[in-house]
């Protein structure tokens, strides 16, 4: 049904207090996205970070993976 059942996506639910949601509303809003999406590459980008993977490392790997 899909070529790689990994990157099917699960739903994660975070609260934020109105402070929060509002600075995501405003950031999607003014990228022109939905918030799913700021929360997501937010998320993503902070666990990189966090874990000492190079960005420049993983995004031939998934060039090459699309094509």
Not at 6 to 33: P, S
Not at 40 to 63: C, H, N, Q, S, Y
Request: no cysteine; aromatic share 6%; net charge negative.
């Amino acid at each position: 049904m899909y070529p790689d059942p990994k990157r099917v996506r699960q739903k994660v639910t975070v609260y934020l207090d109105q402070y929060e949601a509002d600075i995501v509303a405003a950031h999607a809003n003014y990228m022109g996205v939905s918030k799913a999406e700021v929360m997501r590459t937010m998320i993503i980008k902070e666990a990189m970070e966090v874990l000492g993977i190079d960005l420049d490392d993983v995004k031939p790997t998934m060039a090459a993976r699309a094509s």
